[in-house]
């Protein structure tokens, strides 16, 4: 790999994490997924109490992993991926026939 190569993956690189980076402050937040049907974690309210117990860094978290740019479209890309691969289920969640989606039980019968 010559010197050139290697800028243009440096450069193609920088501007992916860079761009998503800026797109997913830059974009309107979401407040409702309709095809998770829940509802999506807002920006959290920054307080010094709440920064000194920890529960800021959590919250924000959480927030960032609702929020980021093309999200549906990447959990589709992941969705399709590993039914592509054969896998039945995915984070308790089987995979049916008809494009049926089975909640996996994880409680106990009675």
Same mark, same amino acid.
């Given at each position: 790999?010559?010197?050139? =190569?290697?800028?243009?993956? &440096? ?13 997913? &402050? ?62 039945? =289920?995915?984070?308790? &969640? ?17």
């Amino acid at each position: 790999m010559n010197k050139t =190569q290697s800028w243009n993956i &440096i450069t193609l690189f920088v501007i992916l994490v860079f761009g998503f980076g800026i797109a997913t &402050i830059i974009a309107p937040d979401t407040e409702y997924s309709e095809t998770e049907n829940r509802t999506l974690a807002q920006m959290p309210e920054f307080t010094l109490d709440a920064l000194l117990d920890g529960s800021f860094e959590s919250d924000y978290e959480d927030y960032l992993t609702d929020q980021f740019v093309l999200r549906d479209n990447w959990i589709a890309l992941k969705t399709g991926t590993e039914r592509a691969l054969g896998r039945t =289920q995915s984070n308790d &969640i089987y995979f049916a026939d008809d494009d049926y989606l089975i909640e996996a039980h994880t409680g106990t019968f009675t």
